[in-house]
């Protein structure tokens, strides 16, 4: 079952702030952040395991929620690099992800 | 560190060719890799899960026959998409599990840059 991201798209200018959302029905067994710009291959950010647990990347950062069934990905004073589509990937114990539709983000000047 | 590469990056071929896609990784050995499949402004979707030295395992609704994956090593796997009709025409991602310290030591995937199909 794939994770629904939210929203779809934002446009932000440089240095305001933007958060995706990334839920499930059911608990997730992590959550996997990747960033793609278009024609190239998505590019690792971060991953969170446990309920709670929060994470950073430069400003970039995540959260996981007590339940597992919610993460969101925080973009702060963003900056025109931060253009791209984030995907969130629901992993599995043996490694596999399900990925979500996706949220583009386009950071202008 | 985790370093993964594809090649060809593109190919065009005729309708009824076969064409075969490579994807390494470079800096680390691994076990696990998985071929995507994409198209313009769409999610990443699962095709198959390479093991190396056993057969791979096929997500629902994606021929074995036609998409055949051989992971040889533990450094290599290739994708041949044999007899191809325009309809398979796609981008191609592969990716292979790694624990990091990109990801504090936890497994995830590492993207390949991806492979353009075009068929005539």
């Known amino acids: 079952q794939q994770p629904v991201q939210s929203p779809q798209a934002v446009i932000l200018r440089e240095g305001e702030d933007a958060v995706i959302n990334c839920s499930s029905s059911?608990?997730?067994?992590?959550v996997h952040w990747y960033r793609q710009k278009h024609g190239e291959a998505p590019v690792f950010l971060m991953i969170l395991l446990k309920g709670g647990e929060q994470k950073g990347h430069e400003k970039i950062s995540a959260s996981f929620n007590e339940k597992k069934q919610q993460s969101s990905l925080y973009l702060t004073a963003s900056q025109l690099s931060y253009s791209g589509t984030y995907f969130c990937g629901d992993g599995e114990s043996w490694g596999k992800l399900q990925f979500g539709a996706g949220t583009q983000v386009v950071v202008t000047p | 560190g985790a370093v993964v590469s594809q090649h060809p990056s593109r190919v065009i071929c005729k309708s009824g060719t076969s064409v075969k896609i490579e994807c390494r990784s470079l800096?680390?050995?691994?076990?696990?890799m998985f071929w995507y499949r994409q198209f313009p402004k769409q999610s990443l979707m699962l095709m198959a899960t390479?093991?190396?030295?056993?057969?791979?395992?096929?997500e629902q609704g994606v021929e074995k026959d036609k998409f055949l994956i051989n992971h040889a090593s533990l450094t290599l796997s290739t994708l041949t998409v044999t007899s191809a009709h325009p309809e398979d025409s796609s981008f191609y991602i592969c990716?292979?599990?790694?624990?990091?310290?990109?990801?504090?030591?936890?497994?995830?995937?590492?993207f390949g840059p991806g492979t353009r199909l075009l068929v005539l």
């Open positions: 800096d680390f050995q691994a076990t696990t």
């Open positions: 059911k608990a997730l067994y992590s």
């Open positions: 390479s093991n190396e030295g056993s057969k791979a395992t096929y």
């Open positions: 990716s292979a599990q790694f624990s990091s310290s990109l990801a504090g030591g936890r497994e995830t995937q590492y």
